[in-house]
């Protein structure tokens, strides 16, 4: 199989083409891969709002890009339709922006929709650690079936541990109940958080937040801190 060797880190796009004696077929996808440094840049406290346009990926500041997954249907995206009333305040209170995903809009519904964090440096830190995000979710029927994923890795990405496993019923955030909703208020989030107690002074801890599903509302992320 090809294999390509990155010198610095960055997100870059990747081409690759199959030949045979028919003929070749060339496929190109863009912000594809994106390589870590070996030391993460961010340290501890670690904040993310998702209050820049520029979110997920900065073009001059590739150290703080966060990596989504290329996907066949609607992935994550960012918004400025709802935001958490700001558990954690974060900038001076300023809150208007928020990441979201949902599961009603997959044609592919076996996949798994990935957001990953860059690495972030907790080398001064000590037990107890954790990593907190406000969220907001409620179950839009009785076929709502959708499931979130968080893993850590301390090792780039080469291995991962789950650290947070919900399905529908536990994530809901609105007292329970269907309830469609594009615009949650402010009643509707909720503030979750992970234990990261056994990644206290290592030096580059990434997060991966895997979502899938089907029939299910919008679901909300907000406010994202390492701490």
Same mark, same amino acid.
């Given at each position: 199989s090809p294999s390509v060797v990155y010198n610095e880190s960055g997100v870059f796009?990747?081409?690759?083409?199959?030949?045979?004696?028919? *003929?070749? !077929?060339t496929t190109t996808k863009e912000t594809y891969v994106n390589i870590s440094p070996?030391?993460?840049?961010? =340290? &501890?406290? $670690?904040?993310? !709002?998702?209050? @820049?346009?520029?979110? =997920?990926?900065?073009?001059?500041?590739?150290?703080?890009?966060?990596?989504?997954?290329?996907?066949?249907?609607?992935?994550?995206?960012?918004?400025?339709? &709802?935001s958490s009333p700001n558990f954690?305040?974060?900038? %001076?209170?300023? !809150? +208007? &922006?928020s990441f979201r995903i949902k599961s009603s809009n997959f044609n592919a519904l076996a996949e798994k929709h990935i957001?990953?964090?860059?690495?972030?440096?907790?080398? %001064?830190?000590?037990? =107890?650690? +954790?990593? $907190?995000?406000?969220?907001? $979710?409620? +179950?839009?029927? *009785?076929? @709502?079936k959708d499931k979130l994923k968080i893993y850590a890795s301390d090792n780039c990405g080469r291995t991962w541990t789950i650290r947070f496993d919900k399905e529908t019923d536990q994530l809901v955030t609105n007292g329970g109940g269907n309830d469609y909703f594009d615009e949650p208020d402010e009643r509707k989030w909720m503030q979750f958080d992970? !234990?990261?107690?056994? $990644?206290? +002074?290592?030096?580059?801890?990434?997060?991966?937040?895997?979502?899938?599903?089907?029939?299910?509302n919008w679901l909300y992320i907000d406010n994202f801190i390492v701490c």
């Open positions: 796009s990747t081409t690759l083409t199959v030949t045979n004696s028919v *003929g070749s !077929n070996e030391n993460a840049d961010m =340290p &501890a406290p $670690y904040i993310q !709002n998702f209050e @820049s346009v520029e979110f =997920p990926t900065f073009e001059n500041n590739t150290h703080l890009n966060w990596t989504v997954s290329e996907a066949e249907d609607q992935t994550w995206k960012r918004t400025t339709e &709802a954690s305040p974060i900038d %001076n209170g300023v !809150n +208007r &922006a957001l990953i964090t860059p690495g972030i440096d907790l080398s %001064n830190t000590s037990s =107890p650690v +954790r990593a $907190y995000f406000d969220l907001a $979710y409620s +179950r839009k029927n *009785g076929n @709502s992970i !234990n990261l107690n056994s $990644y206290a +002074r290592k030096n580059n801890v990434m997060l991966k937040f895997e979502f899938s599903g089907e029939n299910g």
